[in-house]
């Protein structure tokens, strides 16, 4: 999709253009200095990560709790800090507990064997199958800039190849499958949970693509990174839009091998070329109602640059990415800027803030979320406005500026990780445990230990509650 087709000039070459009601420099001229200062944090490269092991679940229906034992090591012998985060549906999500836990949890735990935990469950009540994940965190830094250089533009490349060729519903539906294989096989090589979001078009049933790296700590609170995977009929869509899946895949392969406190999604977008179809239903049936979606960066060709003069007729730069935000995310907009000039200096950003009811500004995905309040990112290349190749059969890979498209990509990684909160960390499951099996008269009876358990303090409440223990054999 044309992202600026109401800057053109050259209406010779371009078309026409729709009227809208902000010319194009006061806006651009309101966001180019937006900058915001980041502070960068390392970590040695020999630190391991905590390990848990042996994770283990008592339930106590009388008392009301849950006991859980664990093991935490920590190769540099780090007191470490510990969380428990408790899922109802096998494991796909760990929404809770926040709070109502007590014993070996928080900072600092001493690596060891047979830890506790006490989950206090009685607010729920909880019913069904359950499973405790421990999580444990030596504190240690982690080095951003190491991250983005992990960005590989080979591997870029690669999906490019991969992707090229028209992807279209009705012109190629063969080559559309294989281009929805093609993503879902790289993100569950990267162990992502992997769902596929039907809905229908006519006759036509569509699917967008969903890779979710979940938060350890904030599962509900989600960032997305999403690319539009479709062309036209005309096009083997190089720049338009294999540019962005190519980014979506990239970005995906290097933040997944990094525990975050938020989850990330990567989304490939059915349908966009036909009306924005696939954001719209995902906005309407796909987001799920417990998730808080905290940004989105919308690629929408990202890969394509011009040195001629006039040849970006927006602003003349043919060599910059835009980040356009509506005015509820200019924060984000702020933190992709800021964190391209940190990380990737050789990318030169153009930030601007525009009215999100303008037609100009509607013509990708990133508006989808705009109109529910969710604040994303137009992240774009000017589309038709600089490159000659939009919507014809020479938009082809050779057009492309690969290390363009690449600090891109180095810049998206970046403002994810940054707000997505990474964690020096490991983490262990149990199996399930199942409240709707146990009953007070199956606990087992035989000699047991009193166990005097740290106390539980709420800052919302007065008191402070001492918590014990009955229910361990000796």
């Known amino acids: 999709m044309n992202p600026f087709s109401v800057f053109s000039s050259d209406r010779s070459r371009r078309g026409p253009s729709p009227s809208f009601g902000m010319p194009w420099m006061p806006w651009l001229r ?11 944090s390392t ?10 092991s042996n994770v283990t679940t008592t339930l106590d229906p009388g008392a009301g709790w849950v006991e859980i034992r664990y093991d935490v090591a ?13 899922s109802p549906d096998g494991g796909t999500t760990f929404q809770y507990p926040r709070d109502s836990v007590t014993g070996d949890v928080g900072f600092p735990i001493a690596p060891g064997t047979q830890k506790l935990l006490v989950w206090d469950y009685a607010a729920l009540p909880p019913s069904g199958s359950y499973v405790a994940m421990v999580i444990a965190s030596d504190r240690a830094a982690i080095d951003i800039q190491t991250i983005v250089d992990q960005v590989d533009s080979s591997r870029i490349v690669a999906d490019l190849t991969a992707l090229e060729g028209v992807r279209h519903y009705d012109a190629a539906p063969l080559h559309m499958a294989a281009t929805k294989d093609y993503i879902e096989g790289e993100f ?25 790296h ?23 869509g190089a720049d338009d839009n294999g540019s962005a899946v190519a980014g979506v895949l990239e970005a995906m392969r290097v933040l997944s091998q990094y525990a975050m406190r938020r989850s990330v999604s990567f989304i490939g977008f059915d349908l966009e070329e036909v009306g924005i179809i696939g954001s719209r239903e995902y906005v ?15 690629f929408e060709m990202i890969g394509y640059t011009c040195t001629t003069p006039g040849c970006d007729v927006i602003t003349g730069n043919g060599t910059a990415i835009y980040n356009v935000a509506d005015p509820n995310s200019t924060m984000f907009r702020n933190d992709f800027t800021s964190a391209a000039s940190q990380y990737v200096p050789g990318l ?9 009811n303008d037609p100009a500004f509607r013509r990708s995905d990133h508006f989808r979320f705009w109109d529910v309040g969710i604040p994303a990112l137009f992240i774009n290349d000017g589309g038709n406005n600089r490159n000659p190749n939009y919507h014809q059969s020479t938009d082809l890979i050779g057009t492309l500026d690969i290390p363009f498209l690449t600090n891109v990509v180095k810049a998206a990684v970046a403002t994810i990780a940054e707000n997505g909160l990474l964690l020096h960390a490991g983490k262990a499951v149990s199996a399930p445990f ?14 047991r230990i009193l166990e005097l358990l740290p106390n539980h303090p709420n800052p919302f409440r007065p008191a402070t509650t001492i918590r014990y223990a009955l229910g361990r054999e000796v």
């Open 284 to 298: 309407l049936t796909g987001l799920p109602s417990w998730q808080v979606t905290r940004g989105v960066i919308n």
């Open 74 to 86: 920590d190769a540099e012998g780090d007191s470490v800090e510990i969380w428990l985060r408790i």
């Open 348 to 356: 030169t950003v153009l930030p601007a803030t525009v009215d999100p």
């Open 188 to 212: 569950l090589a990267k162990g992502l949970q992997v769902t596929r979001h039907p809905f229908t078009f006519g006759a036509w049933n569509a699917e967008n693509v969903i890779g979710r």
């Open 43 to 52: 970590v040695h490269a020999q630190n391991q990560a905590p390990v848990v």
């Open 30 to 40: 309101l966001g180019l200095m937006v900058g915001l200062g980041v502070s960068v």
């Open 434 to 447: 199942d409240f709707d099996a146990v009953s007070v008269g199956s606990l087992a009876t035989g000699p």
């Open 214 to 236: 979940p938060g350890l700590l904030r599962d509900d609170q989600t960032y997305i990174v999403d690319g539009h995977f479709d062309t036209v009929t005309t096009t083997p």
